[in-house]
């Protein structure tokens, strides 16, 4: 009884809003899923598939929706109070729809083993003000891809993992070394041919790797933390790569498959392209260490069940079923994410004990990766740092940017009243 749609919000809603149950006792639950790589539709349609035929009590109905266009027909559907039983949402928007009201804690609804066996990222991203209201089926992995060859060529040493990476002065030094045996100069990919939420998960860690932020996390507040010193200082060292021109634009996204150079920022869902073009040669490195340790970015989508759902117990149901290490496995080996459980990520031949992306796992349980900023702000936030990072990439004075950046999160946040809730007293 699967059905997976195409089709614009208002059939969407008007599909979505009128069945409560499917007759005889069983409870119908409505999921909305985005559509991202074809593998994880499939997998997931499968995993439907397997859920509704392995009992009687529960039948899961699930809609696809495109991702370009997702957070704001799911944002449409909040304010209209006409969401699904479960649904996705991108892991750092959680909290605005915490804040709105229209999502539900999942405390008590999921079996104590399970949620003891996600990785300590999935439940810090899904945590808001104490409660989980979140739980992904996978996670993200943030590092910088390097071409072994060369670096040995340069006489680069290897960091062993993030305790050994390099220090922001040394990663200057090597890209001096790497430029001297090149063609243009041009040894570092930052993806500046992607766009949007890019910049503030791969960009954010640099602030907090240098003893700054995006915000102070417990006021909430922008002001003397985004446009302070160390971070100033942080992202005019990011700024330097490029006028220096140690930073290849990638406007064809192959300035790594094609070596034309010989590091790459990028996340996880690159390692099976990289692999493919370097083979054995491809090795994954933490990010520079710009004094603080190095830092790295967390999240992903994560499964809420809506406020109002006529079926909370089915539908966290079912996501108890999505995260048995199986099926969590299975998504995981669709996407190239990491497994969002201990158990799934012990059978993983990418990310167990000795595989190539075990990096990814270290950094997730190790205090290495920093969740984006847990408040409603974060849409506001990220909007503010994406505007001052391309300032920056465009030659414009960082101080200055980030002191806009600042000012438009501290405004958004005083114009809300801090974003107090009914659940959080003043």
């Known amino acids: 009884m699967r059905r997976c749609w195409m089709a614009v919000l208002a059939v969407l809603v008007a599909g979505c809003s009128g069945r409560k149950d499917d007759g005889g006792g069983v409870a119908a639950v409505e999921v909305w899923f985005h559509t ?22 529960v039948v899961v109905h699930l809609t696809c929706l495109p991702e370009g ?36 804690p999942l405390d008590g609804f999921l079996p104590e083993a399970v949620v003891a066996d996600l990785l300590p990222s999935i439940r810090d991203q899904g945590t808001y003000q104490g409660l989980l209201y979140g739980v992904g089926t996978f996670d993200s992995g ?31 030094q090597i890209l001096d070394r790497l430029a001297a045996a090149d063609a243009d100069g041009a040894v570092l990919d930052l993806k500046l ?31 003397n933390v985004v446009d302070s010193s160390a ?22 996204d192959a300035a790594f498959t094609t070596g034309r150079v010989a590091l790459s920022w990028a996340g996880h869902w690159e390692y099976p392209r990289y692999h493919a ?4 040669d491809l090795v994954l490195l933490p990010l520079p260490d710009f ?34 290490p199986e099926e969590v496995a299975a998504m995981a080996a669709a996407n190239g994410a990491v497994p969002a459980t201990r158990a799934a990520v012990a059978t993983s031949p990418l ?23 847990r408040t409603p702000a974060y849409p506001v936030i990220t909007a503010a740092f994406q505007r001052a990072f391309d300032d920056l990439r465009n030659g414009g004075n960082v101080q200055q940017a980030l002191n806009r950046a600042a000012a438009t999160i501290d405004r958004d946040v005083t114009d809300n009243l801090g974003y107090r809730s009914a659940a959080e007293p003043p």
């Open 231 to 252: 971070a100033v200082a942080a992202l005019t060292r990011v700024q330097g790569w490029i006028q220096r021109r140690r930073v290849d634009p990638n406007l064809d």
């Open 69 to 104: 266009g997702y957070n704001a027909q799911v944002q449409a559907a909040a304010a209209a109070g006409d969401l699904p039983d479960l649904l996705q949402v991108d892991g750092p928007f959680l909290y605005r729809y915490v804040w709105q009201e229209v999502v539900r």
């Open 142 to 172: 943030l590092g910088l891809w390097g071409d072994r060859r060369r670096l040995a060529a340069a006489d680069v040493p290897i960091p062993t993992g993030p305790e050994q990476a390099w220090s922001v002065d040394a990663f200057d």
């Open 291 to 324: 004094g603080h340790g190095s830092r790295t970015g967390q999240g992903s989508w994560q499964w809420v069940i809506f406020a109002r759902s006529s079926h909370p117990d089915a539908a966290a149901r079912f996501l108890a079923f999505l995260l048995r």
């Open 36 to 57: 991202g790589q074809p593998g994880e539709q499939r997998t997931l349609e499968g995993q439907v598939a397997r859920f509704n035929g392995s009992q009687r009590e």
């Open 351 to 373: 990310y167990r004990d000795g595989g190539p992306l075990r990096l990814f796992v270290e950094q997730l349980t190790g205090g290495v990766s920093v969740p984006r900023p």
């Open 277 to 280: 073009a370097l083979g054995d």
């Open 193 to 223: 041919n992607y766009t949007g939420e890019w910049f503030t998960y791969a960009f954010s860690p640099v602030l907090q790797s240098a003893g700054a932020d995006l915000i102070e996390r417990n006021s909430g507040q922008a002001g």
